[in-house]
């Protein structure tokens, strides 16, 4: 399958929506608000990327996006990646994939430290993801499953994570 990776738009707005809740719905570690949190996310500004993967006639079948993260370390310049979604009629066709390493590309151009991740190890390590010594989230979530990696750091500092405030109020 061809996926072709791009900006999303104002247009993009409702494809988006849906594609998240598809991917998510009856997910296990799914409450089923992550297409209202991306909604709530690019309406406070908390977005630094927002990208969307299209179809050979052009309908959105994927969506990535990330936000600014602080680290009580006062490390500046890390994103969290979230949520990653791509149409279950698409997946497991190396659109998530596309998605991730176009976000990265993205990111590194933009002079982010590093990524952190709420998500799958099983998937997320593939990508250079791993729970790191140290690392720990403001949210209490399942072990090994908040990872991070380092972009243009040398390293992923100690330190306990804080999501934009859209997250933390959800």
Known sequence: MTAYVRDETPADAGAIAAVVAAAFDGHPYSDGTEAALVARLRAAGGLSASLVAVD????????VSSSPVVLDADTGGWEGLAPLSVHPDHQRRGVGSALVQ???GRLRAQGAAGVVVLGDPAYYHRFGFAARDGLRCEFDVPAGHFMAMALT??????AIVHFHPVI???
């Open 168 to 170: 933390a109020a959800s």
């Open 56 to 63: 050979e006639a052009g309908e959105v079948i994927g969506h």
């Open 153 to 158: 750091a040398s390293v992923v500092p100690a």
């Open 102 to 104: 176009a976000l990265f």
